[in-house]
């Protein structure tokens, strides 16, 4: 069973036009969900660590919220370079060492 | 820093011959991974190592081997190569384990099985 889904697979933006990105997870005692952006040809880079709902965190456009159930990542009048693949993971209940990564949002901003 | 490195970022194997990825980093890091990037399918753990002698199996282990025999290299062996390895391989590493889950990831090696 997957224990992270990230939806919608791919989203496309006009610049400027906000949207927001969804993280659901199925792990119980959730101990922290993170959020990676990768571009293309890249590994993933760490943007936030989110540990309990109502948490938020915000880098420049990029704003993540963190309920019981689900993650957002909210990006605010996106730029043309704040096209990537935006990755979300927790790690399972039972072993703090691994990370379970959803498939991920593409997301493409155009000019 | 180099941060984590990994080579080669290209190869094409035939079916049934073997190969190793190797890693390094030069964060001090105890935690080290290897996850296996397919399209729509998102990033699974080969294999993951918490210190220098201690390697064990992740999410997709088979076909795959590791070994940790210093901090700084932790290199993944393919025996015998399958059509179904094709895929793009990273190896990260990581200060403490998943709870703080920064993980430094390499920029990958994309390995093609024919």
């Known amino acids: 069973e997957d224990q992270v889904t990230q939806s919608p697979e791919a989203l496309r933006l006009q610049e400027g036009e906000s949207s927001s990105l969804n993280c659901s997870y199925t792990v119980s005692g959730l101990r922290g969900l993170f959020w990676y952006r990768q571009d293309p040809g890249k590994g993933p880079e760490f943007l936030f660590t989110?540990?309990?709902a109502g948490e938020e965190k915000e880098k420049e456009r990029l704003k993540a919220t963190l309920t019981k159930k689900e993650s957002f990542l909210h990006i605010t009048a996106p730029k043309p370079e704040d096209s990537a693949t935006y990755l979300c993971?927790?790690?399972?209940?039972?072993?703090?060492?691994?990370?379970?990564f959803g498939a991920g949002t593409t997301v493409t901003v155009r000019a | 820093n180099a941060g984590v490195t990994q080579t080669p970022k290209f190869r094409i194997l035939k079916i049934g011959q073997s190969m190793t990825l190797q890693c390094t980093q030069d964060?001090?890091?105890?935690?080290m991974y290897w996850y296996r990037q397919d399209p729509g399918m998102g990033l699974k753990l080969i294999y993951y190592?918490?210190?220098?002698?201690?390697?064990d199996k992740g999410e997709v282990p088979n076909g795959y081997n590791v070994s940790r025999s210093t901090t700084e290299d932790f290199p993944l062996r393919l025996e015998l190569a399958a059509p179904s390895q094709t895929s793009v391989y990273f190896c990260a590493s990581s200060y403490e384990g998943g709870v703080t889950g920064e993980l430094f990831f390499g920029e990958g090696s994309r390995l093609t099985v024919l």
């Open positions: 993971a927790v790690p399972p209940g039972s072993n703090d060492y691994k990370l379970s």
């Open positions: 190592s918490v210190g220098a002698g201690i390697t």
């Open positions: 989110l540990y309990s």
């Open positions: 964060m001090n890091h105890n935690y």
